[in-house]
C-alpha cells in the first residue's frame, strides 16, 4: 500500500470531522415537554403528610413503602435549615438506599423527603400502559408535586 501524501491526509482530517458534524444537525430533533403544571402544596409542614397521603391513595397499587413520604427530623414536624430530597433512578424506588437517607437525615438534623416519580413504585402493568410519555419534568421537578393523573403525569 502507497503511503498517502500530506495533502491527502489533510483534507481526510478536516473532512470527517466536518461530514460528522453535518450528520449530527441534520439528524432528526426529538422535543422534550419541559412544561410544568402549577401545584398547590401546603406551606404548614403538618399538612404536608395529609396532603402526600391523599395523593398516594389515588393509586391503589402501589408497592407499600414506596410511597412519597417525608421523615421528620422532629416529632413537631417543624421545618430544618436542611432537608434531603431523594429522587430516585428510573427503575428505582427509595427502598434501594434504605435506611442510608434516613441515617444521614437522622446525622445532620434533616427532614428527608423521597418522592415517587409518576408511574414508578407501582405494578408494571400501569407503568407500561401509561398513554403518556415521560416527561423531562418528572426528572426536573420531581420533588415538588404529588399530583399524578394516569392520562397526564404532571411533575
Known amino acids: 500500500m502507497a503511503p498517502q501524501s500530506p495533502k491527502r491526509r489533510w483534507i481526510v482530517a ?3 470531522p466536518v461530514l460528522l458534524a453535518l450528520m449530527f444537525f441534520a439528524g432528526p ?15 404548614a409542614p403538618s399538612a404536608l403528610d395529609t396532603y402526600l397521603a391523599a395523593s398516594e391513595r389515588r393509586h391503589p397499587d402501589i408497592v407499600p413503602g414506596a410511597e412519597k413520604t ?4 422532629h416529632a413537631d414536624r417543624r421545618k430544618t435549615p436542611l432537608s434531603i430530597i431523594y429522587l430516585h433512578g428510573f427503575s428505582a424506588s427509595r427502598q434501594e438506599v434504605a435506611p442510608l437517607c434516613d441515617q444521614l437525615g437522622a446525622e445532620l438534623g434533616a427532614n428527608v423527603f423521597y418522592t415517587r416519580l409518576a ?19 418528572h426528572w426536573r421537578y ?8 394516569e392520562s397526564q403525569p404532571s411533575c
Not at 408511574?119 to 419534568?137: E, F, K, T
Not at 420531581?142 to 393523573?149: D, K, L
Open 142 to 149: 420531581g420533588s415538588r408535586s404529588a399530583t399524578e393523573s
Open 70 to 73: 417525608i421523615v421528620w427530623a
Open 119 to 137: 408511574g414508578h413504585g407501582r405494578n408494571l402493568a400501569n407503568v407500561s400502559s401509561s398513554s403518556a410519555p415521560p416527561r423531562a419534568a
Open 29 to 43: 430533533v426529538h422535543r422534550i415537554d419541559d412544561t410544568v403544571e402549577a401545584v398547590r402544596v401546603p406551606t
Open 14 to 16: 478536516v473532512s470527517a
